[in-house]
């Protein structure tokens, strides 16, 4: 692994195609489902793309991220995130196993300080 990243990794019960769709099926019921207290907003979904904000209210005052997830079916998808207390980017890959069960794994997550999010220097819609 490499220094200021973090990898994830699971083992699901299921097919690949289920493994990608249950993944990536961003909701607003996230929160509850990961025992946060977060409020998540869908801006946009399309077979490739997924835009989501996260809000949360903590002891120091808001929390707020933005996501884009850029998803590359069948197996992986990559994400970009900036907001007002950090900046990551993350890449998902899944693997399917000879049992039929599908191992989530080569993840890597890379916080990134304030400000150098690749969408810093991306222009916007006028």
Known sequence: MVAGTRGTGATFRVPLDFAFAWCTDYTPDDAGLEGEAYQRKIIE?????????DLEEMSDGWFWGRDVVTLRPPNRWHMDGVGNRRDVAADYVLTSLPDGRTA????RRRPMPRGTSRRQNARRPR
């Open 104 to 107: 989530g794994g080569g993840g």
């Open 45 to 53: 979904r399309s077979v490739r793309r997924v835009v989501f904000e």
